[in-house]
């Protein structure tokens, strides 16, 4: 009997695009003679759509004729209903689209990748591969991020963090702090987007004023970095649960400026529709074996630490001149799903797909092994009930 998987997409996000790509590549991975695949298509204003016309990547170039070849759909939060149902009741049967038994989220930034659609599975009980809402949180949240691994003693370079509002509330202290512990040149980041979106650079006070004004409109926190001038950047992708996890090879993506930008990540300098898989890169990376063992390491620090599991990647940055390996951030849900350097490492697309639905099981099982409520009822209990009336004085 197959097993029916829901790879869920798109999304509220301005990674919408990636996500679509992302997705169908990993639909097109699943071996069809295990699985069942029902692709569920999130648009940008939130509405839920799933049909065979998803899987074409040309029929998004018309969303109008895409969403009317589709059906629209829903879940309701009912704890144990793993169902799809049809927005529009069919005129014969019931109004059931499809019974899922896992899901596979591919959505990259934010109300996908941040926690908040986790939680709406979390809310079902349905098996998910991926990080948990908390984890996901935290791997979003670069300001977090930070907080936890500067703690857990993972390297990070120096960062100042604020609000939007504090921003043009404080400006004058916030930049004299910026100047005085970083100094220039340095990184202007959204705090919880991915993707290089919002990401700048800023050799001076008058550019950094102009760029932080760009970051604002993309998050309500931003993060001010140290900027590495000598930069070589690495990334290694982790997989497991973070009790059992191992890690990939490692890749040198190829940027064409002082940072990698989102044309590089996901277009290869040109049009493409490949996501990460266009990113100029060096798999494995140009590494001396004691760097790589390095970089393999805090990238399975990092993904423990923050509590990651289904497949992530971990981007690192190397000062060229000291030779000092940071970690960067963490992709929870990772462009391509990084099918690409799990090829490298031996473990092919379909067998990516396989072990991620069994994470996800696996996490139903134990977590299904844990108390989350008694079965004592305390309203027949009778009195001694505080705060109610059961068991108050009265006047």
């Keep these: 009997m197959k097993t029916t998987v829901g790879v869920f997409f798109g999304g509220r996000s301005t990674e919408h695009e990636i996500s679509v790509i992302s997705a169908l590549q990993a639909i ?24 065979d016309a998803l899987l074409e990547v040309k029929n998004y170039r018309d969303m109008a004729a895409l969403q009317n070849m589709c059906a629209e759909v829903y879940m309701i939060p009912e704890y144990g209903d793993y169902n799809l149902y049809r927005k529009k009741r069919a005129l014969f049967g019931n109004n059931i689209w499809a019974k899922l038994d896992v899901v596979i989220p591919v959505l990259h930034g934010s109300n996908g990748e941040d926690g908040i659609f986790e939680g709406v599975l979390e809310s079902i009980g349905i098996p998910y591969a991926g990080c948990n809402t908390l984890s996901s949180a935290n791997g979003m949240d670069k300001i977090t991020m930070k907080m936890i691994m500067e703690k857990s003693g993972i390297p ?31 990184i202007v980041k959204p705090a919880n987007l991915g993707s290089s979106v919002g990401i700048s650079h800023a050799d001076n006070r008058e550019e950094l004023i102009a760029k932080v004004d760009v970051a604002e409109k993309y998050s309500t926190r931003i993060v001010i970095e140290d900027m590495v001038e000598e930069l ?11 009790d059992d996890y191992r890690t990939s090879v490692c890749e040198e993506p190829i940027k064409s400026g002082d940072i990698l930008t989102y044309e590089d990540k996901y277009m290869g300098g040109g049009k493409s529709n490949k996501g990460m898989q ?35 990647r971990v981007d690192f940055m190397i000062d060229g001149k000291s030779g000092d390996i940071y970690v960067n951030e963490i992709n929870t849900i990772p462009g391509s799903l990084s099918f690409y350097l799990w090829e490298a490492s031996g473990i092919r697309f379909d067998q990516l797909m396989d072990k991620l639905v069994d994470l996800a ?3 139903k099982r134990e977590s299904s092994m844990k108390t989350v409520s008694y079965d004592q009822n305390i309203f027949n209990l009778g009195k001694g009930l505080k705060g109610g009336k059961m068991g108050a004085k009265q006047p």
């Design 28 to 51: 097109n991975a699943f071996n069809k003679e295990k699985y069942e695949i029902i692709p569920i298509y999130i648009t940008k204003q939130g509405r839920w759509f799933s049909g």
């Design 156 to 186: 990070i370079v120096d960062y100042v963090w604020f609000t939007d509002k504090q921003w043009f509330a404080q400006r004058d202290k916030l930049i004299e702090e910026i100047e005085t512990r970083l100094g220039y040149p340095v």
């Design 232 to 242: 070589k950047e690495i990334n290694c992708s982790v997989l497991g649960d973070c």
């Design 278 to 312: 266009a990113t100029q890169k060096r798999i494995p990376a140009d590494l001396s074996p004691e760097d790589t063992a390095r970089v393999q390491f805090l990238a399975g620090e990092t993904f423990r630490v923050l509590s990651c599991h289904g497949v992530a």
């Design 361 to 363: 099981l696996k996490r």
